[in-house]
């Protein structure tokens, strides 16, 4: 079985750090760490929402990088282009944890979810998935499901998941999902560069076997969350 | 995973939001649970509980020790402040569910009590400023989800009104009918729709009814 630089094997994704209860004034929270990655997410609410008369909830993502968090902390301009944009960012996590979040059960009001990354890095968008789906949990918000996250690619024909930074510069397929492990359900799909139907096939079911992985570990630090708070 | 014991607490079922409790041919889903093509999940963190139903199934139910998420619906009992008045509706800002105080003023939803709504008999000839004033606090049952502004409360009731309101020399007023507060410092009354508070069950030595 070939081995990467760090150890793992192909399809072997890292184990992410899982912790809740970390901001105490808001309704819900995580923190999660993925390798040098580092993200803090808080939920408020619910709030009411005064705009219009809806018969379900409202969930307002913020993605927001503190200023320290990049390498490279130069201007805005200097960025390259790797870097995610935040607004998009909150796009996607607002696309993949509507799925996951029964807001028929919240009439008329709002939520926020809060995403700060204290450490950017690779993995950084499948790693806030995660940490606003354990802060929503958290926060006794109703769920579908917990949501994991992660990033398969290709690199010179070979899929590998949960790639680093060399291995994303390397790669020429990228796909990033979001996916909810018992109810078997893919809640987001992104994916740059080319490949096949069958590679992105074997992508999809790396990447939610991967998946799968992560939940094994949201599921302990939630037990353990439970425990703590007896 | 088998139903939880009835006994020890060490035994009880932790769930977490996704996990499976069972089919929709033994359960239905309470507080905290979700159907979903003949299956019963849970939606939140926290203890499994089992009540008997009135079909045969059991009621599944997961239930959080810590603050949950509370929203007013219909048919619960609120606290609020009433804001602001008009010849029509007193408008409230609802500080209390069931119970379970909303903290920060911003997570006040916002209320009314229409004049049809105050009490139960003679409602075409209500007077609203007789019956509630800007800073009582009142007792009410959420009628409706309302609009987009607004819930909709009823103090129709006897236990619901005022229980809590400020003369206007800015003593607490002590209730002495179902519509009259009087000021314990200068013994002026003042018109208010009072709630009936169950003398039997309250611990002040209050008024005959």
Not at chain 1, 61 to 67: D, E, I, L, S, T
Not at chain 1, 110 to 134: K, Q, R
Not at chain 2, 7 to 28: I, K, W, Y
Not at chain 2, 82 to 104: C, D, E, F, K, Y
Request: a neutral charge; proline letters at 3%.
């Amino acid at each position: 079985m070939r081995r990467r630089e760090d150890g793992r094997g192909l399809e072997e994704c890292r184990k992410p750090l899982i912790c809740t209860k970390v901001v105490a004034q808001a309704l819900g929270s995580s923190y999660v760490e993925l390798g040098t990655t580092k993200i803090v997410c808080s939920v408020y609410g619910p709030k009411p929402n005064l705009d219009e008369f809806k018969q379900e909830g409202e969930i307002v993502y913020n993605y927001r990088r503190a200023p320290f968090a990049l390498a490279n902390r130069g201007k805005t301009g200097d960025q390259d282009n790797t870097v995610l944009d935040e607004k998009l960012a909150a796009e996607a996590l607002d696309q993949a944890l509507s799925l996951s979040v029964a807001i028929g059960k919240f009439p008329k009001s709002s939520f926020t979810v809060n995403v700060l990354v204290l450490e950017s890095g690779p993995g950084e968008l499948p790693l806030a998935i995660m940490a606003a789906s354990v802060a929503c949990c958290d926060g006794g918000i109703e769920l579908y499901d917990m949501m994991s996250a992660c990033t398969v690619c290709s690199v010179l024909g070979e899929l590998i998941v949960d790639p680093t930074a060399e291995e994303l510069q390397l790669s020429t397929f990228q796909l990033m999902l979001a996916y909810m492990t018992n109810r078997k359900e893919v809640a987001y799909l992104q994916s740059t560069g080319e490949s096949t139907t069958t590679e992105l096939k074997q992508a999809i079911q790396l990447g939610t076997h991967a998946c799968g992985k992560c939940t094994e570990v949201i599921e302990e630090c939630l037990t353990k969350s439970w425990q703590a708070e007896q | 995973s088998s139903s939880a014991s009835s006994s020890s607490s060490a035994e009880r079922q932790v769930v977490a939001p996704g996990d499976r409790l069972g089919a929709t041919t033994a359960l239905v889903a309470g507080i905290g649970a979700y159907e979903l093509e003949g299956g019963v999940y849970a939606a939140l963190l926290g203890v499994r509980e089992e009540v008997d139903g009135d079909d045969g199934r059991k009621i599944v139910s997961v239930r959080r020790k810590q603050k949950v998420v509370v929203l007013p619906k219909i048919g619960d009992q609120v606290m609020c402040q009433v804001t602001r008045i008009n010849s029509r509706m007193a408008h409230v800002a609802i500080i209390s569910v069931q119970g379970q105080l909303l903290g920060r003023e911003e997570e006040h939803f916002p209320g009314l009590i229409r004049a049809r709504d105050v009490r139960a008999f003679d409602i075409d000839d209500v007077k609203v400023q007789h019956a509630f004033r800007p800073g009582d606090i009142v007792m009410a049952e959420v009628i409706s989800l309302g609009d987009a502004r607004s819930y909709y409360l009823s103090t129709a009731k006897n236990e619901l009104g005022v229980i809590l309101a400020r003369s206007a020399a800015g003593h607490t007023m002590v209730p002495i009918s179902w519509q009259q507060m009087q000021c314990p410092v200068t013994k002026v009354k003042e018109l208010r729709k009072v709630a009936k508070i169950d003398v039997k069950s309250s611990s002040s030595s209050s008024s005959k009814q």
